[in-house]
T-cell receptor, first 114, second 116 residues
Framework: AQSVTQPDIHITVSEGASLELRCNYSYGATPYLFWYVQSPGQGLQLLLKYFSGDTLVQGIKGFEAEFKRSQSSFNLRKPSVHWSDAAEYFCAVGDMNRDDKIIFGKGTRLHILP | DAGVIQSPRHEVTEMGQEVTLRCKPISGHNSLFWYRQTMMRGLELLIYFNNNVPIDDSGMPEDRFSAKMPNASFSTLKIQPSEPRDSAVYFC??????????????FGAGSRLTVL
């Protein structure tokens, strides 16, 4: 079955520092991969997606993610975080060979130190 | 576009009462998803529809939960009778998937349910 693992429940970084949030998945043959962000009291907003092509994808708010098939990973990165990046981040996976389900990881809450 | 619209935003009810959550997807989207979010279990897919037809309801916790999509612009999630463990935030999301699985979801703001 499809599954998504985000091993870090909480991460704390200082403002201006770099960030990497980990995501590992299991899937069928062809994964579609997503990162969403959720601010407190809000719904989820798409940061970026990977469907095919270049394995390094750029998203909104200066985020990027790299698809590594050999490692079954899709880690999210940002070179310099801002206090407004404090939120919860969700990795998600879909699989064209199965159905239209999108399965989410349990999320990583990002805390920013001033 | 106003986005995905959910109502009510907050609902407080007593155990045993019926609860109905509503969702209006983005016009033109052909898939609709209901998720439940709790601290313990994260974001769980309850059910999703494609062209108003329920495709997979394996995430619906039990018979007390039911969902309908009578037309392309409206869906409901009903809990009858409600229990305290149903307390959660319920999200509706819609998408226009041109390729199966490639669903870019647009989420509503959620309905926070508290069952006393």
């Amino acid at each position: 079955a499809q599954s998504v693992t985000q091993p870090d429940i909480h991460i704390t970084v200082s403002e201006g520092a770099s960030l990497e949030l980990r995501c590992n998945y299991s899937y069928g043959a062809t994964p579609y991969l997503f990162w969403y962000v959720q601010s407190p009291g809000q719904g989820l907003q798409l940061l970026l997606k990977y469907f095919s092509g270049d394995t390094l994808v750029q998203g909104i708010k200066g985020f990027e993610a790299e698809f590594k098939r050999s490692q079954s990973s899709f880690n999210l990165r940002k070179p310099s975080v801002h206090w407004s990046d404090a939120a919860e981040y969700f990795c998600a996976v879909g699989d064209m060979n199965r159905d239209d389900k999108i399965i989410f990881g349990k999320g990583t809450r990002l805390h920013i130190l001033p | 576009d106003a986005g995905v619209i959910q109502s009510p935003r907050h609902e407080v009810t007593e155990m045993g009462q019926e609860v109905t959550l509503r969702c209006k997807p983005i016009s033109g989207h052909n898939s609709l998803f209901w998720y439940r979010q709790t601290m313990m279990r994260g974001l769980e897919l309850l059910i999703y529809f494609n062209n108003n037809v329920p495709i997979d309801d394996s995430g619906m916790p039990e018979d007390r939960f039911s969902a309908k999509m009578p037309n392309a612009s409206f869906s409901t999630l009903k809990i009858q009778p409600s229990e305290p463990r149903d307390s959660a935030v319920y999200f509706c999301a819609s998408s226009l998937a041109r390729v199966s699985g490639a669903n870019v979801l647009t989420f509503g703001a959620g309905s926070r349910l508290t069952v006393l």
